[in-house]
């Protein structure tokens, strides 16, 4: 007979059902986290590849359409068709905004009915007709999008490293999954935004995930376990994490998770001063994210190819190479479509990611309560928000 303490334990049969953290991570209307979303600006397409062709956008769970009329102007409309529901992505792009392909309304930029042709005098009611829309701004080569209430509409904030370009300078945009570990051949990921917002607060797993466990992904420098302190700052949060090298040199690599879902993390191969680029996680919908970032960069910057694997493109990868070399990728959609925050144990070194989800917590709440949630102004004077982090070696 086998003995009470002989027995197996902390087999997985009969344990308890997991869930995740829906306030924190569902974002679709009228839910608390989408609401807190839909005060800020996101971005939501590259301005070049937004033309007279009406795209699907999909955004914080809801789908949209996206097009550029003939005089250049970005329009963004819910795509039901106003007069009887067909979808405007097989609308025709005008001068004036979009016409519908069924029976013809024309709708402008921002929703109104200018042409019904098959009514007499082209509508003479067409007024009371408006497709519902969104507002949206160019800025840094991205399309941005508000889809809050009107009156909570805040200034599209700007970043100080993507400021005052000189002439020979230029910003440099990609809507990729290359910062999270995919390469430029994949969009959308698969998974729950906030996994990768919140791994921007995880810089432990720097030195092991993509330094130590396959390959080397960025420098063997950042295979050195850092001393990491985690502080709140304007926006949101940043960690410095300080390093000896082996070498000798010392450096802190300040990095910023701002809201709603900024991510600021500074050249990862170790390049001395400020972060040059700025991204953003943005949710397509509660299982799926885009990341856009902007970069400065001089004139005549030509893209590299990410070759982080050996050699070799995160796409060029099979099955078992994905097991052998995994990267952010896998890493965060590995947790799953959204992860089950209930089953998770927290320790000390997940400091980073506590304290931006008591954040995150706190600005849902602020939103719910009827204020204004952190990073918002109204006031075009305060747009610029001073990005600080970087590598920064210390002098001797
Ligand atoms: S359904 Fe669009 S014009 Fe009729
Ligand atoms: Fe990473």
Known sequence: MLKNDSRDEGTAYGRPEQHHDAELTEVGPGTPCGEFMRRYWHPIAIADKVGPVPQMARVLGEDLVLFRDRKGRPGLLYPRCAHRGTTLYYGRVEDEGIRCCYHGWLFGVQGQCLDQPCEPDGGRHKDRVRQPW?????????????????EKKPVLTRWSSLENLKPTEKIYVTGSSTGAGGDDTVEVVPTNWLNDWENIMDPFHIPILHTT?????????????????????????????????DDGREMDRVTQALFPHVRIVPDVRLTDGPAAGVGWVLPVDDTHFRL?????????????????????KWSELNDEEHQRFPGDWEA???????????????VTSDQGVVQLRRLLRRQIEIVRDGGDPIGITFDPAQAVVTVQAGNFFRKK
Not at 295 to 301: A, G, I, K, M, S
């Open 134 to 150: 969104y507002p949206v701004e160019e800025m840094y080569g991205l399309i941005w999008a508000y889809m809050g209430p009107p």
């Open 213 to 245: 466990f396959s390959t080397v992904q960025f420098v063997p420098e950042m295979g050195v376990m850092p001393e990491v302190t985690w502080e709140h700052a304007d926006h949101g949060m940043r960690y410095i994490a300080y390093r000896k090298l």
């Open 292 to 312: 856009f970032h902007a970069r400065r960069v001089p004139q005549d910057f030509k893209p590299v190819e990410v070759r982080n694997y050996n050699g070799r």
């Open 332 to 346: 965060q959609v590995g947790q799953g479509a959204i992860s089950l925050h209930s089953e998770e144990n927290l």
